[in-house]
């Protein structure tokens, strides 16, 4: 089995070069409540990717842990370049225990969509909001299960 956490950066400043907005107080509040649910539930072994962009760098600073930018996961990517950077199901994941992925909408969605559809559809993932999805094969079949859905107003403090 092997996870992937999809966390969509949390609530920035609206306006500015979409690489150089930082996060807003509120988005300060939102990262360090998820990132403390995150170190508490999240399997051990976790690898954390990162878009460039600065709110999402800091979303991910929030963790106080090791992270990798990667430019496929920046603002105008694709569902496909977040499972391919990701590795997930076969790659990666199954090697670093888990994958974590901090990106942007509409990707996220179309990726969450896509695990539990079959389809890519635009669903909305709320900024500061964390998916947890699990990979298993049972019976020669490969099954993609959500353990979670958790928003960062839910367990901030």
């Not at 070069?17 to 649910?37: I, P």
Request: proline share 4%; net charge positive.
């Amino acid at each position: 089995m092997s996870d992937l956490l999809l966390w969509r950066h949390a609530d920035e400043v609206e306006q500015g070069d979409e690489f150089r907005r930082a996060l807003t107080f509120r988005g300060e509040k939102q990262a360090k409540s998820m990132a403390k649910w995150i170190r508490q539930e999240a399997p051990k072994h976790l690898r954390i990717l990162v878009s460039p962009a600065l709110y999402a760098r800091q979303t991910a600073k929030a963790l106080d842990l090791p992270f990798e930018i990667k430019t496929q996961l920046g603002p105008k990517t694709k569902a496909s370049d977040l499972l391919a950077v990701a590795g997930w199901p076969d790659g990666m994941g199954k090697r670093h225990g888990a994958i974590l992925l901090i990106g942007h909408q509409p990707a996220l969605g179309h990726l969450a969509a896509l695990l539990l559809s079959g389809s890519e559809e635009a669903w909305s993932i709320k900024k500061g909001c964390l998916w947890w999805f699990s990979n298993r094969v049972r019976e020669s079949e490969t099954q993609t299960i959500l353990r979670a859905v958790i928003s960062a107003d839910l367990v901030g403090e």
